[in-house]
């Protein structure tokens, strides 16, 4: 128990004193916002600070911090220390950065922040793992709540049902503008997922002597075994995302971006998000850990039903929680995919629309960009859902090309961060875990074995490469913040970067 205290009390100190380094990193003045300056009634819309940050929650929980912190888990309270250092240290900081770099872009996607800082080669490779991660995402988060939805009705309506009902309403939600139906059920939604984490914490605590938490010294244990023997590097900080570090993120903060009054609320809007969800992570990781201990057959095996991880809340929130808890983790758990599917898709389609510099504000150049993308959703979802084993095949992809974009969206802050001359030396401060970040995903796409590159490439070969590799990126970084004057620009010149650094009164 004291392992889970101990981390919790690091999160929540770790954002009340690294996110005000970070704010002075970024300097946030009184210049407009685009919700202030450029409002068009259907994504750029000012919103309250507090109504800002639960969406923003809800946009980036998912189920990921759910689903991820519960197959973490298997690694055994190791777990509590990436939630912890990697939400503080990299997560927080990234969807923080992502934010406030796109509000003074006025409400710029991660894409085309990357041409800007970092050139338009980046900006391609950028848009297409973009495109393809919130596909995915969107397909993810379909399956996993209808299976739940049909759980909770007792099959008296099938999930197949279910999904046509949600695939609807990400395509209503995708198009209609952003404070019709996110900024008024959202707030609803967040004291519900609040309240499921403390139903949680609370069903951890009472069931303390048939379901004791684990420690990471004393009462530690390792069910990776369970799970193929993998190693916890790479593959923890890659299935364990959304909570600590995800990628998917940048892709959220900018749409919230659009919505924010000043930038000075960015700090509790996007650092606080973060860390409320690695709070969320930790509770779950902490008692599917609880549960593993006793359980380890049926937890695996609930792991692995139909719908992935959806039927281990389901299992875990009976066990430890009564009736009563059951309902409101189940409802929780199907509020966050939701909430995320459908921004996902959003996003997706902003993006798709800067690309093609279509106007958005009209509804019919809204579902032009939809469409297609809601057909190749709707697609996948059907193929996840006709086979059971393919949720793990959707999530091992997910994981690595979700933390492919992290990393990504980390070097993209760097540059940023290095073409303003009083904050060059403080790059280090993302390029240091955008380092480990690249690291973490040149290793797992050589050493992951049930993808391609995994296959054919033995383990001792695959991790010195991949940090090898990591080690020439970051080698290069390091050339460009202290080489010669003729040397320091090499990154793209955006034009009027002087006067977008200049407060807007």
Not at 55 to 83: C, D, K, M, R
Not at 167 to 183: C, F, M, Q, R, T
Not at 214 to 242: H, R, Y
Not at 394 to 411: I, M
């Amino acid at each position: 128990m004291w392992t889970f205290f101990i981390a919790l009390a690091l999160l929540i100190g770790g954002y009340f004193i690294y996110s005000r380094v970070s704010e002075k990193i970024f300097v946030p003045d009184g210049r407009a916002t685009p919700a202030m300056h450029c409002p068009d009634g259907v994504d750029i819309t000012p919103m309250p600070k507090w109504k800002a940050f639960l969406i923003e929650l809800l946009n980036i929980a998912g189920t990921g911090p759910i689903f991820g912190a519960i197959s973490g888990a298997l690694f055994g309270p190791i777990v509590f220390l990436w939630i912890v250092f990697g939400c503080i240290l990299g997560g927080a900081v990234h969807d923080y950065f992502s934010g406030m770099i796109s509000s003074r872009n006025t409400g710029a996607s991660i894409v085309k922040l990357s041409g800007k800082y970092l050139g338009k080669a980046f900006e391609i490779i950028m848009r297409f793992f973009s495109i393809v991660l919130l596909v995915l995402v969107t397909a993810v988060f379909v399956v996993s709540p209808s299976t739940l939805l049909e759980t909770l009705t007792h099959g008296s309506v099938v999930a197949w049902v279910w999904m046509i009902i949600i695939l609807g309403y990400y395509l209503l939600s995708a198009v209609v503008p952003i404070d019709k139906i996110i900024g008024k059920a959202y707030p609803v939604f967040g004291v519900i997922l609040i309240a499921m984490a403390l139903a949680a914490i609370i069903g951890i605590l009472c069931h303390q002597g048939t379901y004791p938490m684990l420690e990471i010294i004393g009462n530690f244990k390792d069910f990776s075994a369970q799970n193929g023997g993998l190693p916890w590097w790479p593959f923890m900080l890659t299935t364990v995302a959304c909570g600590a570090v995800s990628g998917f993120h940048a892709t959220q903060s900018p749409m919230i971006a659009k919505c924010i009054k000043s930038e000075k609320e960015g700090r509790q809007v996007f650092y606080g998000a973060m860390v409320a969800e690695g709070v969320i992570a930790l509770i779950w990781a902490a008692a599917a850990m609880a549960f593993y201990h006793v359980n380890e057959a049926d937890g695996w095996q609930s792991l692995n039903a139909v719908g992935g991880s959806s039927a281990s809340v389901y299992t875990i929130a009976s066990t430890l929680l009564g009736p009563f808890g059951t309902v409101l983790a189940v409802i929780g758990v199907v509020i966050c995919p939701i909430t995320s599917g459908d921004t996902a898709l959003r996003s997706c389609r902003l993006i798709v629309g800067e690309w093609l510099h279509l106007d958005q504000k009209k509804l019919k150049n809204r579902l032009i960009l939809t469409l297609p993308l809601f057909a190749m959703v709707a697609g996948i979802s059907l193929w996840d859902f006709m086979a059971p084993s393919n949720f793990g095949l959707l999530w091992r992809w997910f994981a690595w090309s979700n933390q492919l974009l992290a990393a990504a969206c980390l070097w993209v802050i760097t540059g940023y961060l290095l073409q303003d001359g009083h904050k060059r030396i403080r790059s280090l401060f993302t390029a240091i875990p955008a380092f480990l970040m690249t690291a973490v995903v040149i290793t797992y796409i050589l050493a992951e074995p049930n993808i391609a590159l995994g296959r054919f490439i033995p383990a001792a070969v695959a991790y010195p490469l991949g940090f090898g590799v990591s080690v020439l990126i970051f080698g290069f970084y390091l050339f460009v913040l202290f080489a010669p004057l003729r040397w320091k620009n090499w990154l793209p010149k955006p034009p009027g970067d002087a006067k977008e650094e200049e407060p807007i009164n």
